[in-house]
Protein backbone atom coordinates (compact mmCIF):
# COMPACT_ATOMS: atom_id res chain seq x y z
CA UNK A 1 0.00 0.00 0.00
CA UNK A 2 3.01 2.36 0.76
CA UNK A 3 4.15 1.85 -2.89
CA UNK A 4 0.84 2.34 -4.30
CA UNK A 5 0.69 5.92 -2.42
CA UNK A 6 4.32 6.62 -3.14
CA UNK A 7 4.07 6.05 -6.71
CA UNK A 8 0.80 7.93 -7.34
CA UNK A 9 2.96 10.95 -5.77
CA UNK A 10 5.70 10.41 -7.59
CA UNK A 11 4.10 10.54 -11.24
CA UNK A 12 2.72 13.85 -10.61
CA UNK A 13 5.91 15.09 -9.89
CA UNK A 14 8.40 17.39 -11.92
CA UNK A 15 11.06 15.13 -12.50
CA UNK A 16 12.80 13.81 -15.95
CA UNK A 17 14.10 10.47 -14.43
CA UNK A 18 14.25 7.94 -17.35
CA UNK A 19 12.80 4.54 -16.59
CA UNK A 20 14.36 3.12 -19.79
CA UNK A 21 12.48 -0.41 -21.23
CA UNK A 22 10.35 -0.23 -18.24
CA UNK A 23 8.68 3.18 -19.16
CA UNK A 24 6.27 0.66 -21.29
CA UNK A 25 5.54 -1.35 -17.87
CA UNK A 26 4.83 0.94 -15.07
CA UNK A 27 3.67 4.30 -15.05
CA UNK A 28 6.21 7.44 -14.38
CA UNK A 29 6.30 10.93 -14.40
CA UNK A 30 6.32 11.12 -18.65
CA UNK A 31 3.95 8.76 -19.11
CA UNK A 32 1.44 10.55 -16.56
CA UNK A 33 2.42 14.05 -17.43
CA UNK A 34 1.23 13.05 -20.58
CA UNK A 35 -2.42 12.21 -19.12
CA UNK A 36 -2.65 16.11 -18.11
CA UNK A 37 -1.59 17.80 -21.25
CA UNK A 38 -3.63 20.11 -23.00
CA UNK A 39 -2.63 19.47 -26.55
CA UNK A 40 -4.36 17.51 -29.13
CA UNK A 41 -2.36 14.50 -30.09
CA UNK A 42 -2.72 13.88 -25.81
CA UNK A 43 -6.25 13.94 -25.57
CA UNK A 44 -7.91 10.79 -24.77
CA UNK A 45 -4.85 8.95 -23.63
CA UNK A 46 -2.49 7.26 -20.76
CA UNK A 47 -5.73 6.01 -18.89
CA UNK A 48 -3.62 3.68 -16.14
CA UNK A 49 -2.55 5.53 -13.37
CA UNK A 50 0.40 2.82 -12.30
CA UNK A 51 0.39 0.17 -15.17
CA UNK A 52 1.45 2.02 -18.74
CA UNK A 53 1.20 -1.68 -20.45
CA UNK A 54 -2.29 -1.15 -19.92
CA UNK A 55 -2.42 1.61 -22.62
CA UNK A 56 -0.06 -0.07 -24.12
CA UNK A 57 -2.29 -3.17 -24.91
CA UNK A 58 -5.69 -0.77 -24.91
CA UNK A 59 -4.15 1.64 -27.86
CA UNK A 60 -4.30 4.60 -25.96
CA UNK A 61 -0.31 5.00 -24.69
CA UNK A 62 1.10 7.90 -25.96
CA UNK A 63 4.87 8.60 -24.75
CA UNK A 64 7.13 11.01 -26.86
CA UNK A 65 10.32 11.32 -25.69
CA UNK A 66 9.33 15.77 -24.77
CA UNK A 67 7.37 16.72 -22.20
CA UNK A 68 4.21 18.38 -22.40
CA UNK A 69 4.15 22.21 -23.28
CA UNK A 70 0.96 23.16 -21.97
CA UNK A 71 -1.02 21.45 -19.48
CA UNK A 72 -4.87 21.27 -18.28
CA UNK A 73 -7.97 22.68 -20.54
CA UNK A 74 -8.85 26.20 -22.29
CA UNK A 75 -11.68 26.62 -20.31
CA UNK A 76 -11.86 28.08 -16.75
CA UNK A 77 -12.25 25.54 -14.08
CA UNK A 78 -13.27 26.82 -10.47
CA UNK A 79 -11.50 27.48 -7.89
CA UNK A 80 -13.15 25.41 -5.01
CA UNK A 81 -12.55 21.70 -4.40
CA UNK A 82 -15.78 20.52 -4.49
CA UNK A 83 -16.57 22.72 -7.59
CA UNK A 84 -14.40 21.41 -9.00
CA UNK A 85 -15.81 17.86 -8.39
CA UNK A 86 -18.69 18.25 -9.55
CA UNK A 87 -17.71 20.81 -12.56
CA UNK A 88 -17.62 17.95 -15.34
CA UNK A 89 -21.08 16.89 -15.03
CA UNK A 90 -22.77 20.07 -14.48
CA UNK A 91 -20.65 21.81 -17.57
CA UNK A 92 -21.91 18.53 -19.57
CA UNK A 93 -25.36 19.02 -18.92
CA UNK A 94 -25.32 22.25 -20.50
CA UNK A 95 -26.80 22.80 -23.53
CA UNK A 96 -23.64 23.61 -26.33
CA UNK A 97 -23.74 26.53 -28.02
CA UNK A 98 -23.99 27.05 -31.52
CA UNK A 99 -20.53 27.36 -33.47
CA UNK A 100 -21.14 30.92 -34.47
CA UNK A 101 -21.46 31.77 -30.92
CA UNK A 102 -18.43 30.11 -29.70
CA UNK A 103 -15.89 31.17 -31.89
CA UNK A 104 -15.40 34.77 -31.65
CA UNK A 105 -13.29 34.77 -35.14
CA UNK A 106 -16.61 33.17 -36.84
CA UNK A 107 -18.60 36.40 -35.38
CA UNK A 108 -16.64 38.99 -36.96
CA UNK A 109 -17.63 39.60 -40.42
CA UNK A 110 -15.19 39.68 -43.26
Not at 5 to 25: A, D, E, M
Not at 42 to 71: C, H, S, W
Request: net charge neutral.
Amino acid sequence: MLIYHWQSVFIHSNTRIKFGPLRWLIGSPQFHHWHHANERQAYDKNFAGQLAVLDLIGGTLFMPRNMPEKYGTDEPVPQLYHQQLVYPFVTAAEPAAPIAEASPAAAKPE
